[in-house]
């Protein structure tokens, strides 16, 4: 029973419509479901991914208008990567970026890969990661543009960085219970603070990393437009996202219990520093309710809010993605 690597992450957004503009006419992402935040039917719930919507290429963002500021600090899933093929595809993105002013640092190393660290509209905090031919998860399949060439297309997940307090006890969890490995360190970028300490799962690799920066410097972040809320691990199938749900239980650790999502299975729960995570399965995916081709042009639902499809758009504000 092994997690293969990073499933998904969920972000907040107070504004999805340029929201939808920035991950997809800029960055150049597949727009492959729009539905509805399951556990609040009034909220869009928008997923990019690959072409094909595969499982460790997905972020996610609930819509919530007015939502304030978020505020950095710890008990936060702080930066989120992107994998690119190459290094020449991170000179392609700095070119990009000055095109359409998007705030951007220039190249440095991160866990001995290549990387550019840029900001959406928001604020979300997001990093390009050159996999250079790197061993490890497989990528995904870039979705086709006119203005970004295939070779230089965002292609999955990369490693996202969990900012804490205290390093042990995450680390504990990550290694313990979910079978993650250490594979190595890097020095921080952000002035003399502890080494950013790098864990692994499944074939390890960009798409199969967790990075964990202790900062007892920082208060605890206040998570708001921009912010991540959550981040999703890999599970094969039904049969192991079973045994992960006696797992948890095992180790008396609280969690949301089985929850139906339909796209995949997912279970919940928080680390001992108050991030959550969620396992979420890989199957049955996106193209449940819709042909592959025409993924995420219309509103989806779940056949157990099928239902109440007219309820549920009546109370949805107009939602305009061009």
Known sequence: MELLGLHHVSILTGKAEKNYEFFTKILGMRLVKKTVNQDNTESYHLFYA???GNPGTE??????????????????ISTVSLRVKTTDSLFFWEKRFEQFGINYDPIQKRAGRDTLAFRDFEGTRLILTADNGESGVKAGIPWKREDIPLEHSIIGLGPVTLTVSIAEPTIGILTEVMGFRYVGSYPSLEGDHPDIQVYATGEGGSGAEVHIEPRPDLPRARIGRGGVHHVAFRVPNEEEYNQWAQRLKQY????????ERYYFKALYFREPNG?????????????MDEPMETMGQKLALPPFLEPKRSEIEARLRPLELI
């Open 252 to 259: 008396r650790i609280a969690s949301s219990g089985k929850v």
């Open 50 to 52: 690959d072409a094909e």
């Open 59 to 76: 972020v996610t963002f609930f819509d919530i208008p007015g939502l304030g500021h978020s505020y950095r600090g710890t008990t936060d």
């Open 275 to 287: 991030i959550l995570f969620e396992l979420s399965t890989d199957t049955p995916g996106f193209a």
